[in-house]
């Protein structure tokens, strides 16, 4: 069964920067779609970023676009989120999510088409 565990994860002020990563093993990265998706305290997950298998296609939610970029690096089965001018409502536990690739990049950044997912990182963006 595949496994992704998250780091990167902290306390930052207003206009910072992060790096989350994601490491994947028993499987090959290139094989999936991947995602990243966060959940604020009484807020539904929603997704962020999202790459599809081919590096191809990509998502990005509203709100993050331009400040968030997601990147893979296939050698070391591992993805990337950076995240640049950080806000306070970007607040919230970041996962990474991976999924057999997708037929349609419609809704490829929809939480339930994802079947495996990472314990996730807090990101805490306060003063």
Request: hydrophobic residues 25%; aromatic residues 14%.
């Given at each position: 069964q595949v496994q992704l565990v998250e780091s990167g994860g902290g306390l930052v002020q207003p206009g910072g920067s992060l790096r989350l990563s994601c490491v994947v093993s028993r499987g090959a990265l290139n094989s999936y779609a991947i995602g990243w998706f966060r959940q604020a305290p009484g807020k539904e997950r929603e997704g962020v970023a999202c790459i599809s298998s081919r590096?191809?296609?990509?998502?990005?939610?509203?709100?993050?676009?331009?400040?968030?970029?997601?990147?893979?690096?296939?050698?070391?089965?591992?993805?990337y989120l950076q995240m640049n001018s950080l806000k306070p409502?970007?607040?919230?536990?970041?996962?990474?999510?991976?999924?057999?690739?997708?037929?349609?990049v419609e809704g490829m950044c929809t939480v339930l088409k994802y079947d495996y997912w990472g314990q996730g990182t807090q990101v805490t963006v306060s003063s």
């Open positions: 590096g191809d296609s990509t998502y990005y939610l509203d709100s993050v676009r331009g400040r968030f970029t997601i990147s893979r690096d296939n050698a070391k089965n591992t993805v409502e970007d607040t919230a536990v970041y996962y990474c999510a991976v999924n057999e690739p997708f037929s349609t």
